[in-house]
Structures are given as C-alpha cells and as structure tokens.
C-alpha cells in the first residue's frame, strides 16, 4: 500500500460515522470509544472541515446528540447528517403518506413526550390513510404484528414503495452485536416482491447532502466508519477515500472483503485523526 | 392450451397442499375451503394415490391432522409428508444442535403440554450448547428478541448452518395475508452473509420423499397448491405436473407469473378433482 503521506494527500474534509466510531449504543447511554472524544475534539480545532454522518434512524438526532454530549463529546445537531429528515424531505415531496415501522420510543415509567424516540422526526408527517411504508431501525419494534402491518399495507398498495433508513446488517452494542434495519428491509423485499429505495449510507444522495454541508467536494474528503460496505464501499463509489476503524462491529474478515478494499485500516478514530493531522491537507 | 384429457393423461398419484387448498387456518381452527371435504372424500375412494405434502411448520402434524379432522377431513397423520421430521432427520444425521427458531405453541390459559406446537416434533433434539439455527413459520415468536438470538448464534459459527422449514412468502389465514417463514430466512441470510438449506417444498428432496410414500413416480403425478413458485414451480421441476387453485393466497396475477406457468388453473380443489376422476388415468 502507498504511504499514508500519498494516501491522505489533498484532504479538506471528513465525514464521520458515529455508532461503532464515536461510541457503543448501549444501557445506559452506551460508552465512548477510547481516545475517540478528545479524536473529536483534536480534529475539531484543525483546519479540516468536520460532518458527523450517520444511518442511526433509532434516535431522534436531538437524543442522539443529547447521549454524545453526555459523555463528553463536542457535537451539535447541526453538525449531523442523518436519514431520518432525509426521508421527511421525500415524503413531502412525493405526497407519500407513511405507515412507520420504526423506533417507538423509551417506554416503560418514563414519559414518551421526553423520550419519543425516532417518531418525533416524523412529527410533521401524515400518517393517515397510509400509502407508504417507511422502515428503520426499529429494535424491539420488530414484532411479528408490526412487521405483518407493514407487509399488509405494502400489498394492499398498486405500485408498493418501501423506504428504508440505512441497511446496514447489524451494529454491536456494548451487549453484542444486534440486528439493524437491512434484514428486516430484504424481508419485506422478499415478502412483496419488490426493492426498497434506501435513504441514508450507502446512497451516493446521502454522502452527497452530507459533503455539501460543509462544501468539500468528495475527492478532497475522507469517510471514516466501522462498516466495511455501508462506510467505506459506499463512500468509495462516491469518489471519496474511506477509512475503516477496528472498533465497532469491525471484524478481522473485513480486511479480506471479497469486494471493497479500504484505503486504510486503522486501530481506532484516536489514530485516524493522528495519521489525518499528520498528512492532510498537504 | 392442450385439452385436460392431454394434460391429466396418465396420472396415477396426487399430492396435495394443505393451507389454502383443504382450509385456511385462522383464529378457532381456521375454516375449510368450500368443496374440498367432500373433493378429498372422493380422491379417496377413486384409483389415485393420494398425499398430503405441506409445509406447515407452526402446528406439529399430531395437530395439523386433529384440526383437520374436526373440519371434517379424511386424514391421518401417516398420510402427510411435513419438513420438521424431514429436518429432525437432518439434525440427526448431521449431529446438528440447532438453536429453534419456531413456533412456541398456544400459550395463555391453555396448558402447554396440551397444545406444545411444533416444538413436540423436537422432543427428541439436543439443543445444547446449538451449532445451528432451525427456523420455521414462527408466528408471533418472530420477536427481535428470538431473531437476533438466532443471528448470534449464527455469527458465533465458524461455519454458520441455517436451515429453513419451507421459504414461502406469506400465507392466508380468515384474517388475512400473513407473513411466513421465508422473510425471516432472507433477513438471517442477509445479515450473516450466508444461504439458508431449505427443508420442505419447492426442495426437490421433500417433493421426492412424498411421491416414495405412495410409490408413484414424478411423471405420473400432479402436485396442486395454492403457491405459484413453491408448489407449481417445486414440483415442476422434480419432473410432475402441477395445478394451481384459485384459493388460498392466489392472487390473479400469479396466472401470469414471469417465471412459472401451471398446467392449469381452478377454481378450488373441487374442480381439480373433478377433473381428475374425468380424465387421470386413462
């Protein structure tokens, strides 16, 4: 492999992905990955333009930004590119009206208005009358009836339209790995015979709408993930460089993927961010 | 198309579906499909052979059969060919331990032992310490919980083994379509990057197996089902002729299906049979 001078030569921009990278989802707010809160900060201070970009369609991004805040991380909502408002943004476009097979939210002795979870995204959005099927990932709200309602609306539809957040295959929490949105998506595919439009990684829209926030075109920019397919394949096939870290739901296979070669591996965003400060931007 | 005396020629053995053809299960034991008491009845006493080849995964056959039974039907237990004791003898055979990911019986007021589900058809399987995932039409146990236990045990395989009771779409209850195992197969499949073994129609084996039962050969028998690909499609291609009928989870567009054409299409098991005393065996 090149040099990591050669490699990383002409960076302006990185996009982070921030479940796997940043922190573990988990009890209790899940745990920082280490060094990766003071990596944040450190590349925050440089002169490379920073945008967090993630799939995470259980959180609201104001939650999601509300639990990285708590354990130290410097990061605003502003600052997140996620799929969920990007989704919002089609169903008004296209009239769609959604039935939601998403996130309900924390439950238990805690109000839902404090925690709504994803929902609360989808505030504006009309759910009557559904015409639409809009998945993410949905945890314990993938029961057998919700998926089956899902299924029943898309078959009562003409032409059915699926849209799913991210499909990615599964994420590790800090309990292990658990299953994300991709598996329920190709179940529903199978179940109606059809194909899901996908909103958020890989979709080269989505990479997009996150370089544009911080005007970095994709060959001076860099995407650093801990999926080897949804963060570096599909940050590739959008011209950028990717960079996978071992932490995460990493595996030792994925240096030996069948289609998608990282232009780096590296132990963790602490060093990323050391190799990035070192050689970009030169 | 050629006349049914041309299409029929021949015939000597019958294989029939189960839900969607016989009945279609529902809350109460499900209701039988108009005609086809008295049309089983009358196979019965003619010169045909006749099996009974389903994929039914939820109930266990003891079940299936008593449920039958009390619709009227004329059937017993050693009349049908199911993929759970096909999959027991694979598991044996193999020293499988599976991780069962399938139906956990009437639960609630009712005592387990009395209605144990499929599960009884597993009493005599070490699911110790699993080296394999089972999954079957698991209902209402399609919780997140269960998928993603079966999904870790999965990646916890150096060679994952997942075998499938059927791969079927969805099914009709009185209710209305409902999602079948097959979607839960794909999501495994995609999330751990691997192919499920299929036990029970369309796998050639399991077609196979229900034909030696009744000692008929592929080209003297007929296969009629309510499921274009797993049972006209199956059965085609082990070499029989296949009939679909317009109950069940039929829909017309299946009369012109891009990949699989019946023999012929009826209203209900009652017109197959009336066309097969006219015309089979001759």
């Known amino acids: 492999m090149a040099p990591w001078g050669k490699r990383l030569a002409g960076v302006r921009g990185v996009l ?51 639990q990285l805040q708590r354990l130290g991380f410097d990061i605003s909502e502003q600052e997140v590119t996620a799929p969920a ?25 805690l109000s839902l208005s404090l925690f709504p979870g994803v929902r609360s995204e989808f505030d504006q959005i009309d759910t009557s009358n559904p015409n639409c099927v809009v998945i993410a990932d ?14 029943q609306v898309l078959m009562e ?9 991210g499909k990615g295959r599964y994420y590790k929490e800090t309990s292990g790995l658990m299953l994300d949105v991709g598996p329920y998506m190709k179940a529903l595919e199978y179940a109606c015979g059809i194909k899901a439009e996908v909103v958020g990684k890989p979709s080269p829209e989505f990479f997009k709408s996150a370089l544009q ?13 801990d999926d080897i397919v949804g963060d570096v394949g599909g940050a590739q096939r959008c011209g950028m460089r990717a960079l996978q870290v071992r932490t995460g ?34």
């Open 85 to 109: 408002p990007a989704a919002c943004q089609i169903l008004k476009e296209q009239g769609l009206r959604p039935y939601l097979l998403i996130h309900d939210g924390l439950r238990g002795t």
């Open 157 to 165: 539809l003409e032409k059915p339209v699926l849209i799913s957040l």
């Open 16 to 66: 982070l992905d921030i479940s796997g990278v940043l922190y573990d989802s988990g009890a209790g707010g899940g745990t920082a990955i280490a060094g990766s809160v003071e990596a944040v900060a450190r590349l925050k201070r440089s002169r490379l333009k920073v945008r967090f970009c993630t799939n995470e369609s259980q959180k609201s991004r104001a939650e999601l930004v509300g």
């Open 213 to 225: 926030a911080i005007g970095v075109e994709a060959h001076q920019a860099v995407m650093i993930g």
């Open 138 to 151: 949905a945890g314990e709200s993938f029961s057998y009836q919700n998926m089956n309602n899902a299924f």
């Open 249 to 282: 739901k990493f595996r030792p296979s994925d240096e030996h993927h069948p289609e998608v070669k990282a232009d780096g591996y590296v132990d963790n965003l602490a060093e990323a961010v050391d190799l990035l400060l070192q050689h970009a931007d030169k």
